[in-house]
């Protein structure tokens, strides 16, 4: 991300955009395609909007997590990213829409990835990498998930300051 220019900072679009375009060359196997389509999407969603609402990050996410299940083909409950990403979405959605801070949306949008991200090492893989292995991957949550997880960890200290 260190070698984007600073020009793609300047607006929440831009730099979702040139993000996705990033994760899409460095990142291999279908989730760097993925995290690209979905953040393309959320640049879409969030076009002209110099400063965005937490409603508004909210709808970004939630199209941006729609995309990702379109081009995948993937549902939640199948053992994917999908299994994190749809419940935080959901979750960023409903706090916005209560009227709780960007700090606690952001809290419960990262404990409802949690919990998704865990509830997938009781799931059979129907989807993804680890669809052929069946059986053998209960008690392992989903790498795809977890790492869901990992990178809104790290968004924490930013966005609840």
Not at 5 to 28: C, E
Not at 82 to 90: H, I, S, V, W
Not at 125 to 143: F, H, K, M, N, T
Request: hydrophobic content about 50%; glycine content about 10%; overall charge neutral.
């Amino acid at each position: 991300m260190r070698a984007l220019p600073a020009s793609v900072w300047y607006t929440p679009a831009s730099a979702l955009a040139a993000t996705g375009q990033a994760l899409r060359r460095a990142i291999g196997g279908s989730s760097g395609p993925f995290y690209a389509c979905a953040l393309i999407r959320a640049a879409q969603l969030l076009d002209r909007v110099e400063r965005p609402t937490l409603a508004q990050w909210a709808q970004a996410l939630d199209g941006g997590v729609q995309a990702l299940a379109e081009l995948g083909g993937a549902q939640p409950g199948q053992r994917t990213m999908l299994d994190a990403l749809r419940p935080a979405a959901d979750a960023l959605l409903a706090a916005a829409q209560a009227g709780a801070s960007p700090a606690q949306a952001f809290a419960a949008a990262l404990a409802a990835a949690r919990q998704g991200a865990e509830a997938t090492a009781e799931m059979l893989p129907a989807q993804g990498r680890a669809s052929y292995l069946g059986e053998r991957v209960r008690g392992i949550p989903d790498g795809g998930a977890v790492a869901v997880v990992c990178w809104l960890e790290a968004l924490e200290p930013v966005i609840t300051g």
